[in-house]
């Protein structure tokens, strides 16, 4: 006895049924793939809106920084202004001691019989004119400048004879001399720079 058996159509039915299998796997795949990037993209773009708030708020700081920073330096400039100013002051402070020098030096050094008609104080450099009744005093009040601590490097310029003059003055003189103990004023850097 033999027996027809027809396998062509479980054949074809095996075939469609595996590809049926493959294309619903495909599509499940595909929908997979579509899902996650659709996912990457939504993640991705959610990155980059909070790195770019986090941006925002970072270029807010950099703003508010930079706002200080221009204060800051306004400030200084502020502050430089004062400290020249204070600078100035001090020196001034300092430069008062000057007139009290001199003026306790030259009691002590001139002699009677000596007039001075004008001194003046330029940078520690006295210069003083005036008149005497003779040599002898002018010598005398050459002698005290030469001999006082508060003076040095004491030179005369100029013996005048006042013939014309009354008995009582007979000559005019110029002389100078250091004055020391001078305090020299401390100028702020910038001025002795744009002078």
């Known amino acids: 006895m033999i027996t027809n ?4 159509p479980w054949r074809e039915m095996s075939r469609q049924a595996t590809r049926q299998r493959f294309f619903n796997k495909a599509g499940f795949a595909l929908v997979l793939v579509m899902l996650a990037t659709g996912g990457a993209y939504s993640f991705v773009d959610w990155q980059l809106r909070k790195q770019e708030a986090r941006n925002a708020r970072v270029q807010q700081e950099i703003d508010a920084l930079n706002v200080t920073l221009k204060d800051f330096a306004r400030r ?4 430089d202004e004062l400290h020249r100013r204070l600078m100035l002051v001090n020196s001034l402070q300092k430069q008062r001691n ?17 007039v001075l008609d004008r001194v003046t104080l330029t940078k520690g450099k006295v210069a003083i004119e005036g008149r005497s ?21 004491v030179q005369i310029h100029s013996i005048i004879n006042d013939a014309g003059s009354p008995a009582m003055v007979a000559k005019s003189f110029r002389a100078t001399f250091d004055l020391n103990g001078y305090i020299v004023p401390e100028l702020p850097k910038e001025q002795e720079n744009g002078r």
Request: overall charge negative; hydrophobic content about 45%; proline content about 4%.
């Open 133 to 153: 009744r003779d040599n002898a005093k002018l010598a005398s009040l050459l002698a005290l400048l030469e001999g006082d601590n508060g003076a040095s490097n």
């Open 5 to 8: 058996i027809n396998l062509l």
């Open 98 to 114: 000057n007139a009290t020098l001199l003026f306790n030096l030259l009691p002590q050094v001139t002699p009677d019989g000596v």
């Open 76 to 79: 200084e400039v502020e502050r």
